[in-house]
């Protein structure tokens, strides 16, 4: 039996992602998340430079385009000088954990009262699929051409885990996109992420495995068994750090 969804209303106008891409499927959770919470008003998106920046053109919510990184300390202006306005930071796994890894640890690292959604596609995917923090080893990209060596450049960031186990914060957690199980369970992580910060709870965050069949050089459908096959085994998905308060 067909099962038809209703599009949230949030969501305005179809978005630009490249065939196969996981953004749709995680901007839809997030508007599903904040309509069955009963938000409609006063949400803003600081955003990330990179394809997350296509958030841009299709929601009616408020956004702020960042500098390339930078949305962890917006995110923090925006929220102390409103509390009660819904964060939630859109950002690549480039923008928050090489370009803004500053900006994304202090944010944590004070308990900021937001939500930071990242979008692990483990490059660079707007700018030609360089390598990032979170490349896997060998993985061949357009600055690792014979693949990620990573006794010269350390090895692939799991920065979910890195603040819930450092830092106060309320809530973190990993999901993906690759089957529909891994979206309810994903849209679960990003409903409590933004219920804490309702709750005023602290600092919460989802990242996202996310497949990029153009610069991963796969077609739609093995990119997403790439992230069932080799990505979650070395990115394990659940919660790093549980709400300590259940109810928003
Ligand atoms: C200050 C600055 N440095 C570099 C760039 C080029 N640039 C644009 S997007 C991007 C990478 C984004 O990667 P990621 O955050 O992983 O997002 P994705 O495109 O993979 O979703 C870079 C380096 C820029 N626009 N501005
Ligand atoms: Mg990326």
Redesign the pocket.
């Known amino acids: 039996m067909a099962v038809e969804r209703k599009v949230p209303a949030i969501i305005d106008n179809p978005m630009s992602f490249c065939p196969g891409c996981g953004?749709g499927i995680i901007i839809r959770l997030i508007c599903e998340c904040l309509e069955e919470l009963g938000q409609d008003q006063n949400i803003i998106f600081p955003i990330?430079?990179?394809?997350?920046s296509n958030l841009g053109g299709g929601l009616v919510t408020d956004r702020l385009h960042c500098?390339?990184g930078r949305a962890g300390a917006v995110a923090t202006g925006m929220k102390r000088v409103n509390p009660d306005n819904i964060i939630i930071t859109y950002?690549?796994?480039?923008?928050?954990y090489?370009?803004g890894i500053a900006e994304s640890i202090n944010a944590a690292y004070r308990n900021e009262n937001i939500t930071v959604i990242t979008?692990n596609?483990t490059?660079?995917?707007?700018?030609g699929g360089?390598m990032?923090v979170t490349t896997m080893e060998g993985q061949k990209t357009s600055t690792s051409t014979h693949g990620r060596d990573c006794s010269i450049t350390g090895f692939p960031m799991r920065f979910p885990e890195l603040v819930a186990s450092q830092f106060h914060i309320a809530y973190a957690a990993r999901g993906t996109v690759s089957s529909p199980a891994h979206i309810n369970q994903l849209k679960g992580y990003i409903k409590n992420a933004i219920e804490a910060q309702m709750n005023k709870e602290g600092y919460s965050i989802v990242e996202v495995l996310s497949p990029?069949p153009i610069n991963w050089n796969l077609t739609p459908i093995k990119a997403m068994e790439r992230i069932d096959n080799e990505l979650i085994s070395y990115f394990p998905l659940g919660e790093f750090k549980q709400r300590s308060v259940k109810e928003a």
């Open positions: 953004h990330g430079v990179g394809c997350s500098p390339h950002q690549g796994d480039g923008d928050a090489n370009i979008v596609n490059n660079f995917g707007m700018t360089q990032s990029c």
